[in-house]
């Protein structure tokens, strides 16, 4: 085997070059695609029998990476979204491969060839605004971490941060002396924006900092954990579970809906689409790099639907159904 076609060069120049130095790629997406070409790795030396750093890049055909992707749907139970993104990943790498060596055209165009897997697209779940207030009360308010959650799950609600953008939100990133505050948020793709927020949000982050003794102006992070480092997903998801757990009592519903942090940005978009705001704007606002993502709101919206089937004067009578009297047609029909 020759040397060009071992892994260990061409993922580094793969990672320090091409993703790092040409695509500016951000922390979030190296980490992403790390973990992605990791787990390939992992699953081609326990197949193939062989140690990691042994393995050549010809391994990695199109059938290993249809294994590998399988086995993330049916042993690791992965939804077809995160199996598309794993794929994702690796074409990059082998795109940066078909470049960067010539020989390994071949090998890499092979793996290319997998397409994406169509998706079902699920329903957008949200909750009511009785909901969300019943979450955001269920915290105790007496203790610092009641006050912490409290004031985190009232940040997802009021904002619609993704999870990942609340939790990297730093004490200079807000602006609460202002007559109308506003927060910093630093989204997907380096896509960073500006929203404001509601005096309600503007009190709780001003006692939040002062209890914990930060400057306004100080690059530290507002959420923090057990440890006194920055809230991690982990810990944003445990403590929207918690609260969920606990306001379950008095909004039986909530056991019903898949409860997570992404789910206040859900309730918020579609609090907005009701209450008469544009898509372009709610788009701004959930920094959706197209507005056909936020389009889904209102696809969601069926109380919406119905009001418009009301103005539309639609009625709900279909009239008599056709019903052939050919046997073939007869057949057809029924399918």
């Known amino acids: 085997m020759s040397e060009h076609l071992l892994l260990a060069p061409l993922l580094e120049s793969y990672f320090r070059r091409r993703l790092t130095k040409q695509r500016n790629a951000t922390p979030a997406t190296v980490a992403s695609y790390r ?10 030396a326990a197949r193939l029998r062989k140690k990691p750093a042994a393995l050549a890049l010809e391994d990695l055909d199109r059938d290993l990476v249809l294994a590998f992707l399988d086995e993330l749907e049916e042993k690791r139970n992965n939804a077809v979204a995160t199996r ?48 969300v207030d019943a979450l955001i009360a269920a915290p105790n308010p007496r203790t610092s971490r009641g006050r912490r959650d409290r004031t985190f799950l009232l940040f997802l609600a009021r904002t619609g941060a993704r999870v990942s953008e609340a939790t990297g939100v730093n004490a200079n990133d807000l602006q609460l002396e202002r007559s109308h505050p506003q927060v910093l948020l630093r989204g997907k793709g380096r896509r960073d924006r500006v929203i404001p927020i509601p005096q309600d949000l503007a009190r709780a982050l001003t006692a939040l900092l002062a209890e914990h003794g930060i400057a306004n ?61 544009d898509l372009l704007t709610i788009q701004a606002w959930l920094g959706h790099a197209q507005v056909a993502t936020t389009h889904r709101y209102a696809a969601a919206d069926v109380e919406m639907m119905r009001k418009g089937l009301e103005k539309a004067g639609v009625s709900g009578d279909l009239g008599v159904r056709f019903r052939p009297n050919d046997a073939v047609l007869q057949l057809l029909n029924s399918i």
């Open 35 to 44: 973990d992605a070409l990791r787990m390939l790795i992992l699953f081609a």
């Open 84 to 131: 598309n993104a794993r794929l994702a990943a690796i074409r990059s790498f082998f795109h940066h491969v078909a470049a960067a060596d010539p020989a390994s055209f071949g090998v890499a165009q092979r793996v290319l060839t997998i397409p994406i897997k169509r998706a079902h697209i699920e329903v957008t779940h949200h909750l009511t605004k009785a909901e």
């Open 217 to 277: 102006h100080e690059p530290r992070p507002i959420f923090i954990g057990a440890r006194q480092e920055r809230l991690t997903r982990f810990g944003a998801t445990h403590i929207v579970r918690r609260a969920a757990a606990q306001a379950v009592t008095i909004r039986p519903a909530l056991a019903l809906k898949p409860i997570s942090p992404h789910i206040f940005r859900h309730s918020l978009a579609m609090k907005l689409l009701q209450s008469g705001v």
